[in-house]
């Protein structure tokens, strides 16, 4: 036998058993899975969601999804019927949205299906927006509903974007852009600490932040074509404080320095390499660096460190008090109305919160003392300076900004090379 042959015969055998060990591991994890799910031991099933592999497959999503939800128990249908509830204001934007939906993904399906699931992907967005008429919809609402309409259908999906949308991206749907702002400003921290020498450079390119503006309010949806690890993203986000999609990004930036460092200080050319996730993306990797991140940088810490605080009334500062209390056991009846009476609590906590202005949301106070300085550098908190070059462009045109947050695609790329002008031209044509 050639040397060839034997290097091909180990080659194909070290494959076979890699994909042995891998299946194992998956029938290991589906055991342990369903079996704190049949518990409901929603603490556990949130470790796991942040595990490699995440909850395995899409028959597991169908069932834990709804449970770290607190929406096990789903209805026969919606109650009551969003056809019976007063129009919302941005029904209008969500039409123009649902035409581009499922364009990418699900692949091979025909015109008939694409329109059907269009039609469907309208009652959901419709049916969340009538209930809950303080929410201020935004372009990238309709990727994250996307994914649930394919893995539950019309009717479940309807429902579990309820609580996705009081909960966990709350915050984009306030009827101002700031706390994104003040949000995706914060990654900035992150690379600043983590990677001086990358940090630098992008600040010397005037690189804005709004690269990963898409990559926030869709959970990557919009971004990644690959719907399998997308999924795997949401079992992570599922699972985790709402500022995870941020440690993410900030992952996804830090995996890409060396490409970034070989470009040119040009903000376009930078901007339009970093807004871009590669197909080959290994999401597993990337999730196990995020977390990595949220420990050494914890959602108030972060905020501290950046000199930038959150709305105290943010979905991240009211995760524990308004989430994950929720999480009790419903093992009898007087559990699971216990449960849902303290849900409903939420509920109209949350619905207090998007019916607050802008000036009653107090941000939360910023110790001096706290805002880290990086080594032989002055700057006390860059954050914050570049937090306030967003802002003074929003009030230079706060319509521009509020279409930025409605598109994350071309606008958000003219935005980072400054060309007000240009972008004004653009929507016009549109």
Not at 288 to 304: D, G, M, N, V
């Amino acid at each position: 036998m050639s040397r060839q042959r034997k290097r091909t015969r180990r080659s194909n055998n070290n494959n076979n058993n890699n994909n042995i060990s891998k299946k194992n591991d998956n029938h290991s994890k589906t055991t342990a899975v369903n079996g704190e799910w049949k518990v409901r031991n929603i603490t556990a099933l949130r470790a796991m969601g942040r595990s490699p592999g995440g909850f395995v497959n899409n028959d597991l999503r169908r069932k834990i999804w709804p449970l770290l939800l607190y929406c096990d128990q789903l209805p026969e249908k919606p109650s009551p019927a969003y056809t019976e509830l007063d129009p919302h204001k941005d029904e209008s934007q969500v039409e123009l949205d649902i035409i581009r939906s499922f364009n990418t993904y699900p692949q091979d399906i025909t015109d008939e299906k694409k329109q059907e699931l269009r039609t469907q992907l309208t009652t959901v967005i419709t049916h969340v927006l009538r209930t809950h008429p303080k929410l201020h919809y935004y372009q990238g609402f309709h990727d994250i509903a996307s994914i649930f309409l394919l893995l539950f259908g019309e009717k479940d999906a309807s429902i579990l974007m309820e609580n996705v949308s009081l909960f966990l991206i709350r915050d984009a749907m306030l009827d101002s852009l700031d706390p994104i702002l003040r949000e995706i400003t914060m990654i900035d921290t992150i690379i600043q600490h983590e990677d001086p020498k990358l940090h630098i450079h992008m600040t010397e390119s005037g690189v804005l932040p709004f690269y990963c503006l898409s990559w926030i309010i869709t959970w990557f949806s919009h971004d990644i074509d690959d719907i399998s690890k997308i999924v795997r993203l949401f079992d992570l986000f599922l699972s985790s404080n709402p500022l995870m999609p941020l440690y993410v990004a900030a992952a996804l930036v830090l995996s890409r320095r060396q490409l970034v460092l070989k470009q040119s200080p040009d903000p376009s050319m930078i901007h339009t390499l970093l807004t871009k996730v590669p197909k080959n993306i290994n999401v597993e990797l990337l999730i196990k660096r995020a977390i990595e991140l949220e420990k050494l940088y914890p959602p108030y810490e972060l905020q501290q460190s950046s000199g930038i605080g959150l709305d105290q009334e943010s979905s991240v500062n009211t995760y524990k008090e308004m989430w994950l209390t929720t999480g009790i056991n419903d093992d009898t009846n007087e559990e699971k109305d216990n449960k849902q009476q303290l849900l409903q609590s939420m509920r109209k906590k949350a619905q207090d919160i998007l019916a607050m202005s802008a000036n009653e949301r107090i941000p939360l106070p910023i110790d001096p003392k706290r805002v880290a300085t990086v080594p032989n550098t002055s700057n006390i908190s860059f954050g914050k300076q570049l937090l306030d070059r967003m802002r003074q462009s929003y009030k230079h045109d706060p319509m521009l900004w509020t279409t930025v947050a409605l598109s994350a695609g071309v606008i958000t790329f003219a935005v980072a090379t400054d060309q007000f002008g240009l972008v004004r031209e653009w929507l016009s044509s549109i």
